[in-house]
């Protein structure tokens, strides 16, 4: 028996959902040879990252081990698979491989950070076309998601075949790009599947997925009937989606524009990349303010609520020289993913104050997810009749929802968060990894544990408080000390001034305080700011974050 | 024609969900008796409003005409109706009138805040009781909704009567409270209704409402088949809810424990008023403890990941010397509110981590609506057929919506969102009056428009920097300013140091700085402070909120 182990490392997007990355490897423990699958990022929330840009996976191990990396492979083009390509190559320095309209929007991102666009090389699909990465040999399997040529891994290792699906769905009328092929599937599996690293996010939805194709129909039904304009959003990656609403449009007698830099940008990929060949012809904005309402549909980013998409814009009033009005229908062919919903909402309702119409999908017509429910999961572990199904893609409750699944079709499962390294052969965790996420802040690379943004968090719940005080040269106290308040009520019990109470409350302490508290800074600081506090809190309820500026004349 | 009008103005709870507040009013144009309907609250979220602890509506309109009110009616007992009785009392100084459930409620928030209980007075249901209030004759019309003894009000005017639905449903099975009673209603809309001033919140839900009755059997169903503890969690106001859950807990064979404040304070309300007398009888925690897992049920606060609720301390570890582990099943019975989703998953994450099964409603089985549904609202219209249909408690888009809907049943609507003075005669709305959201932050009140939260938004985003400067005598800095960091990088461009970066650029600016411009505190702080940010900008790409101080030893 070798002495060679066939791990799997998930470093993002095992035990969340968004910022994914996954390390394979082979080789003596400790000295694999390594590839990456997926550089994803993930996004901010005010709760736990305001003001964050980008929140992007701790690649540390990755970095210090960067001799031992292959090769990259991307999935596919959403940000939370190929985000991080840009940020992170430098420290990776590996070759990145992916299909032509992933390698499209990832070579943008090189270039972007002023990297060669060689960088990334454009691999064809399997079985015709594949790549040897040391001990591995990795193709891209087209598989049906919600963005163009979503691929599969199918990695063949001295050990055995591992299949890593990517995020996937099970849909044979996908519009623009490859039906699911079972007769390619049946030959992913003919040699047998070691293990199949399954997307779990769907796992609770309990109907099968529903085809691409089912929304056509409906949306055409929609801008036939709407008596004004029609303003749609989804996903601008989903290019089919896009196409499918474009296509609806014409089919009603409307001319399409796209607003949105992401919306022109995709369409503009899987035009260069070959991949849509029949997208409608489009209007530009200026050509649009001619065009009698009921004949014009618009097209636009920010199915999320984002504040500077298009359908923000618009809710906001004039964008681009265009302004929905009474009469007008905007449509949301898109889910709202958890966390966005009072972003979502509150542009409803501007559109609503507007005498906008605004149709969601709440009733299922008009939208479908990209991702494989329970029983398509189910099928893909039968097609595929792994020895170990290995969850990835998800939150906690996914992947273990998705074991028990695997249980219940008789496939053992192992489950893996991020930093848990599992050993394939032995299907047990064997090492655990320090992981984490780095928060790019404006364009500083920030830890999550650094406690920056922390301290903003609590300057938000608690406010702030800047104390400064002069010290003679005698460490003498000159004059009193003074506060400023940021964030805090004026004015604290029976209406006194805040800054004035707390001004009093210290010069009253300071005038009793010990010469030694005096000359020493550390001590003066920390009472100073225990006083500020205390005092605050008596004042107004709140025990505000303080900076104590000690000036020493000496 | 008299010169009296008859007037309604929201001032809270017409377009938003929550901080419900009414007021109606008769009599010469700005000399009306007014009658205020609820004093709800709101609750703040990180995104718009971080480190606020509740939201009032702003009622300044309301003080100022203090000496014209007859009278406050509650209609029912949630937070966002009668949340702010204890705070605003003082500014209003009417007698409040509740039925006995929520007089038991109220009278627990007047007498948190000092005031005597019998600001607060029991009225009994319509048509045997009411109360005369100035120019109107008010009465409590019991109706259902997810809450004991919630009612609408029957307001008879010297121009005729108006109906406010408060919140509710029409649910003839109600469990705990009384069933909606067509003939009670019948007898409402008899005389003519001159306005619905009717409950909007789930027009958009196309279905009939399901009863309270029908969720009974499910949880049932599942206490029976969980193989260990049990813990459910729903809205503790809901108490035939929490009476259903203990009852299938008592039925499978479980000790029932309650855990959390609000949920021992309402099950304790409903008792003592007497509309809960078959409660089952339940253990204490002590008590739980020593009872086997299969065999216990635990009702607990917090169905909306609420981070000090019992739900979210389970998730955390122990609580009250409980501890959920592997096998034991955690319910929500309830819906998730939306912009709650991000508190509600992380919970759920945690209970999977510990092996725990998670169920919550998605399959619509363990919860349903406290609202009328769409059907159900133009059952309502059909019912009192109205001469006006006035949409209240919703955002936009729901007023908006119910204006249709009653368009359709023929009956004439009139969009009013808070500060919309509606004359009732005329169907039009009269005046605009300034409203707005007062803050409870920490114990001072903050206006919503004061700036404070946003400058505590700001500096979440931003971060903060103190630059600190002393000036001598002669109007020279003495030495360099001086630049504390708070939630900022601590490094900037090529990992120099950001705090001495700042200062570095101060200082030589300093030294350049015009003799005037160090004189003149204002415009020295303002440069200063432009200076900071845009130093920051290139060194982090940030632009931090700035405070500077000062000191001159002149």
């Avoid at 489950?415 to 996420?437: C, H, Q, S, Y």
Wanted: net charge negative.
């Amino acid at each position: 028996m070798s002495s060679d182990r066939l791990i799997y490392l998930p470093l993002g997007g095992a035990g969340e959902i968004g910022m994914n990355c996954y390390v394979y490897g082979y080789g003596p423990a400790g000295a694999e040879r390594l590839i990456v699958v997926d550089l994803g990022m993930t996004f901010p929330d005010m709760d736990t990252t305001p003001g964050v840009d980008l929140i992007f996976p701790d690649v540390s191990w990755l970095e210090a081990r960067k001799d031992r990396i292959e090769a990259i492979f991307i999935t596919h083009a959403h940000e939370d698979h190929v985000g991080a390509v840009g940020h992170y190559w430098e420290k990776l320095g590996a070759t990145i491989h992916c299909r032509a309209f992933t390698a499209n929007i990832a070579r943008r991102k090189m270039s972007e950070h002023g990297y060669s666009e060689a960088t990334v090389r454009t691999l064809g699909a399997w079985p015709e076309d594949s790549v040897t990465a040391g001990p591995f040999t990795v193709g891209f399997v087209p598989i049906s998601h919600s963005i163009p040529e979503s691929s599969s891994l199918v990695i063949d290792t001295p050990e055995g075949r591992l299949v890593h699906t990517g995020d996937f769905k099970i849909d044979e009328t996908p519009g623009v790009g490859e039906p699911f092929d079972r007769a390619l599937w049946a030959q992913v599996a003919e040699p047998g599947v070691k293990a199949l690293i399954c997307d779990s996010t769907n796992v609770f939805s309990a109907h099968p997925g529903r085809s691409e194709a089912s929304v056509g129909p409906e949306i055409e039904g929609l801008m036939k009937t709407a008596p004004g304009m029609v303003v749609a959003t989804t996903f601008a990656s989903n290019v089919s989606r896009v196409r499918t609403i474009a296509q609806a449009g014409v089919a009603a007698g409307r001319s399409v524009c796209l607003l949105g830099r992401a919306m022109r940008r995709m369409i503009e990929a899987a035009q260069e990349t070959g991949i849509l060949e029949d997208f409608p012809s489009v209007v530009s904005p200026e050509e649009a303010k001619d065009i009698p309402r009921e004949n014009l549909l618009l097209v636009v980013t920010g199915s999320q609520g984002e504040r500077r998409a298009a359908s923000a814009q618009l809710a906001n009033g004039k964008y681009m020289g265009l302004k929905m009005a009474e009469g007008d229908t905007f449509l949301f062919s898109s889910k709202t993913i958890p966390g966005n919903e009072r972003g979502v909402i509150r542009i409803m309702n501007q559109f609503s104050e507007m005498g906008v119409d605004v149709i969601d999908d709440s009733a299922d017509r008009y939208h479908v997810s990209g991702h494989a429910n329970r029983p398509d999961l189910k099928e893909m572990h039968a097609i595929c009749q792994p020895a170990l199904v290995v969850p990835m893609h998800g939150e906690h409750r996914h992947l273990r929802e998705m074991v028990k699944l695997a249980g219940e079709g008789g496939y053992p499962g192992v489950l893996a968060v991020n930093g848990t390294m599992v050993d394939l052969e032995v299907a047990k965790p064997v090492e655990f990894i320090e992981t984490g996420r780095v928060y790019l802040d404006g364009h500083a690379h920030v830890g999550q544990y650094d406690g920056i943004v922390r301290d903003r968090i609590r300057m938000a719940l608690n406010g702030h408080v800047t104390v400064t005080l002069v010290i003679d040269e005698d460490n003498e106290p000159l004059g009193d000390p003074w506060c400023d308040l940021m964030g805090l009520s004026e004015t604290g019990r029976n209406n006194a001034d805040l800054a004035e109470a707390l001004e009093s409350a210290l010069g009253s302490w300071l005038q009793k305080a010990d010469a030694k508290v005096l000359r020493d800074d550390t001590t003066l600081e920390k009472d100073l700011r225990t006083l500020t506090r205390r005092t605050a809190e008596n004042e107004i309820g709140k025990k505000p974050e303080v900076t104590v500026v000690i000036s020493r004349l000496s």
